[in-house]
């Protein structure tokens, strides 16, 4: 257990390295040596967790899981809301999260199969949207593939906006307003006005991940 433990911080610490590297550089500046000068391990390490600066960026952008630690909720719309909020909060506090999402909208990242992270938050939203429906929650107009594709769209221009105003103090507000604009052509009246869009509830939703 102690040998395993010990390979999965070192696989952190590589991940968090490249993430740092490319953050600073972008992906196509970057090389092994200085991701390998960063971490501070072994070649031979690296390539036990990584075959290729292709890999190491694939792990990066798998940091982006989305729903990861979002407690359920009755509301399934809240639950949507709340995975924006909580990847808005880890934006602002982890570098990993931040490098990875960075990644996703580097335009020089030639040769790079970015599609993951928005294909995965796509159809995460998808999901929500399609029990919201279940449910009784949305408009009847409402169709649940493109709205997701509209979330993850209007989120990437926030987020981009949001990191060269203020490096992400202000995404949370951001997203706020979002939902205060999107939610009420999406949602069922009774429905809308149960959910908490509130800009602090990405530092509590935040907190009840970490608790769980």
């Known amino acids: 257990m102690a040998k395993q433990d ?5 696989r952190r610490t590589i991940l968090e390295a490249a993430a ?4 600073k550089q972008g992906y196509q500046a970057a090389t ?13 390490a690296l390539y036990f967790h990584f075959q290729s600066k292709e890999d190491l960026a694939a792990g990066v952008l798998s940091e982006q899981e989305p729903g990861q630690g979002v407690p359920p909720q009755p509301t399934k719309l809240q639950e949507l809301v709340d995975v924006g909020m909580l990847l808005a909060y880890r934006l602002r506090t982890d570098p ?3 490098a990875s999402v ?6 020089q990242a030639h040769g790079l199969d970015r599609r993951g992270p928005f294909l995965r938050w796509s159809e ?6 399609d029990a919201a429906a279940r ?13 997701a594709d509209l979330y993850v769209g209007a989120f ?15 995404l949370a507000e951001r997203l706020s307003v979002l939902q205060h604009h999107l939610m009420p052509s999406i949602a069922m009246p009774a429905v809308l006005a149960s959910l908490d869009l509130a800009p602090d509830r990405a530092d509590r939703i935040a907190e009840t991940a970490a608790a769980s």
């Open 102 to 107: 960075r990644l996703t909208l580097d335009h």
């Open 124 to 129: 995460a939203n998808q999901r929500f949207l």
């Open 32 to 44: 092994i040596t200085e991701i390998l000068k960063t971490a501070g391990v072994t070649k031979g």
């Open 156 to 170: 990437a221009g926030l987020q981009m906006m949001s990191q060269t105003l203020s490096d992400y103090e202000d």
């Open 20 to 23: 740092s590297v490319f953050e």
């Open 6 to 10: 010990r390979a999965i911080r070192t």
């Open 96 to 98: 990993l999260v931040r």
């Open 135 to 147: 449910q009784g929650e949305l408009l009847p107009h409402v169709n649940p593939r493109a709205t």
